[in-house]
């Protein structure tokens, strides 16, 4: 079946750094990823929409120039929080579908902890 | 505005017990309908999905949920629960016209977190 492949599982970072997550369909091709973030006890909200070869597309609210999103490939698509605060620590999923019609696999996850 | 809601936070079942996780909606037409599971510190599987036709569907791991338009709801049921059912499950929504590039849209609820006792 479709596999999504999200790394770090688990990073820690310093107040003021930036961390790269990526997200890769691991044996299907992905014009479009998505990136979620799940705060504890709460649903996964949806961030943005990762377009191969074009511009993310933002939900409202979410801050383009701190979440940079990069979809350079039809494998990979990475998160990059900038600058990253406490209030940035989340669960961070990414997922992607084969085809359009087809339901999203999730990956794993990261667990962003910024100290 | 559209809404899931999952009115239990957390359920404790016994280990063999039937399980039944309640899913609202509130939405204009009939939205497509999924129910994931989340393991701790994992991503989400998918579970089963309804679009159309027959409202009681089938899933993985001996999962079925029921569609009722009238009361616009989606309930995941198991007949007995087993020790690796505990995980945190989430009913979403997306709809129709939304499915598809940008099927991202999905809708969850907060979850239902899942308990088994032994």
């Known amino acids: 079946g479709a596999v999504v492949s999200q790394h770090p599982s688990r990073v820690i970072c310093k107040s003021g750094t930036s961390v790269k997550i990526e997200c890769r369909s691991l044996?299907?091709?992905?014009?479009?990823m998505f990136w979620y973030r799940q705060f504890p006890k709460q649903s996964l909200m949806l961030m943005a929409t990762s377009n191969e070869g074009s511009k993310a597309t933002y939900e409202q609210g979410v801050e383009k120039d701190k979440f940079l999103i990069n979809h350079a490939s039809l494998t990979l698509s990475t998160l990059t929080v900038t600058s990253a605060h406490p209030e940035d620590s989340s669960f961070y999923i990414c997922?992607?579908?084969?085809?359009?019609?087809?339901?999203?696999?999730f990956g794993n996850g990261t667990r962003l902890t910024v100290t | 505005a559209q809404s899931v809601t999952q009115p239990d936070i957390h359920i404790t079942v016994s280990e063999g017990a039937s399980l039944e996780l309640r899913c609202n909606y509130s939405y204009g037409a009939t939205p497509y309908l999924f129910w994931y599971v989340q393991s701790p510190g994992q991503g989400l599987q998918l579970l089963l999905k309804y679009f159309s036709g027959d409202t009681l569907v089938q899933g993985i791991k001996g999962f079925e949920a029921e569609f009722k338009r009238s009361q616009s709801s989606f309930n995941l049921r198991k007949p007995s629960v087993h020790w690796s059912d505990a995980a945190e499950y989430f009913c979403?929504?997306?709809?129709?016209?939304?499915?598809?590039?940008?099927?991202?849209?999905?809708?969850f609820g907060k979850g239902t977190k899942l308990s088994v006792k032994p």
């Open positions: 997922s992607a579908t084969p085809i359009d019609s087809s339901p999203l696999h």
């Open positions: 044996d299907f091709q992905a014009t479009t």
């Open positions: 979403a929504v997306v709809s129709p016209m939304n499915y598809g590039g940008s099927q991202g849209n999905l809708i």
